[in-house]
């Protein structure tokens, strides 16, 4: 089965102060995980996927396939980071593409 | 932004009644998605269609149908709606299913009455 865990429904932090959002996950296959961003009011938007490594607004993320973990760090959080957190799950022989339960991001001045 | 519209954006309707949803998109993407965020539970997957007239149920199907008539369109269904099925609907869309990103629509914001 295909699932996504996202133990924290809400992180509050200081500015400034670095940030970790968890994500686990279970699939059978090769799994494929994203990270979703999505301010107040406004559709979902891709903060970062795994296999890009890549580095958006200060945010990386590393599969690690043994812990079956993907969590988004941030060595320093700032106001504008407040927002909700999604991290998705895909992959190799799946159509389905599924969330997490979510974490809200409060970053407190 | 990835041309994904969504229709209504806001309906108000009563429990008992027929609802259809409509996710249109410009993007000839093969792959759509329809889901229902409520708070505490996230985005949760209802149905899905991985092309025309081809369709599967997602983690919360139930009272819920799915039609994809032509590539652009992708209409969901509540048959007769109750009020545990008030919620904020978003569809998306993908290219492909390899490390492809999702592009969502901008919501459906439901309240059965």
């Known amino acids: 089965a295909q699932r996504v865990t996202q133990p924290e429904k809400l992180l509050s932090v200081f500015k400034g102060a670095p940030v970790e959002l968890k994500c686990n996950y279970s699939y059978s296959g090769s799994p494929e995980l994203f990270w979703y961003v999505q301010y107040s009011r406004q559709r979902l938007q891709l903060l970062l996927r795994?296999?890009s490594r890549e580095s958006i607004k200060g945010f990386t993320a590393d599969l690690n396939k043994g812990e079956t973990s993907f969590h988004l760090k941030k060595p320093f959080a700032q106001e504008e980071d407040s927002a909700m957190y999604y991290c998705?799950?895909?992959?190799?022989?799946?159509?389905?593409?599924?969330f997490g339960t979510g974490t809200r991001l409060k970053v407190l001045a | 932004d990835a041309g994904i519209t969504q229709s209504p954006r806001h309906k108000v309707t009563e429990t008992g009644t027929p609802v259809t949803l409509r996710c249109h998109q410009t993007e000839n993407h093969r792959y759509m998605y329809w889901y229902r965020q409520d708070p505490g539970h996230g985005l949760r997957l209802i149905h899905y269609?991985?092309?025309?007239?081809?369709?599967d149920k997602g983690e919360v199907s139930d009272g819920y149908s799915v039609s994809r008539s032509k590539t652009e369109d992708f209409l969901l269904t509540l048959e007769s709606a109750t009020s545990s099925q008030t919620s904020v609907y978003f569809c998306a869309i993908r290219q492909g299913v390899s490390n492809t990103e999702a592009f969502f629509g901008q919501g459906t914001r439901l309240t059965v009455v």
């Open positions: 269609s991985y092309g025309v007239k081809d369709t």
């Open positions: 998705a799950l895909g992959g190799s022989g799946t159509y389905k593409y599924i």
């Open positions: 795994h296999i």
